[in-house]
């Protein structure tokens, strides 16, 4: 256990942290799971730009690592542009 003050609030601040980007990468996978199982082309979309404006939030907060953001973001376009085709 912390043995300094500052050593408490930097633990307490860490679990809330952890918590948060935790709950920012469970609700990326869930619209994923969404756009998966989508076959209307127009829901996807919609739902596809709220997934890109996540992405980009995790990968600005370093949660993900910007090269991953990138391919998950390439990966679900080709996914939505042959629902189009």
Do not use: P, W
Request: charged share 40%.
């Amino acid at each position: 256990m912390a043995n300094h003050k500052s050593c408490e609030k930097k633990y307490r601040v860490n679990r809330r942290r952890h918590a948060e980007n935790l709950d920012r990468v469970q609700r990326c996978k869930a619209n994923i799971r969404k756009i998966k199982k989508e076959t209307n082309v127009e829901n996807a979309v919609t739902m596809l730009n709220t997934l890109k404006k996540q992405l980009d939030k995790i990968g600005s907060k370093h949660i993900f690592h910007k090269n991953k953001v990138a391919r998950l973001k390439s990966k679900y376009d080709k996914m939505v542009n042959k629902l189009k085709a």
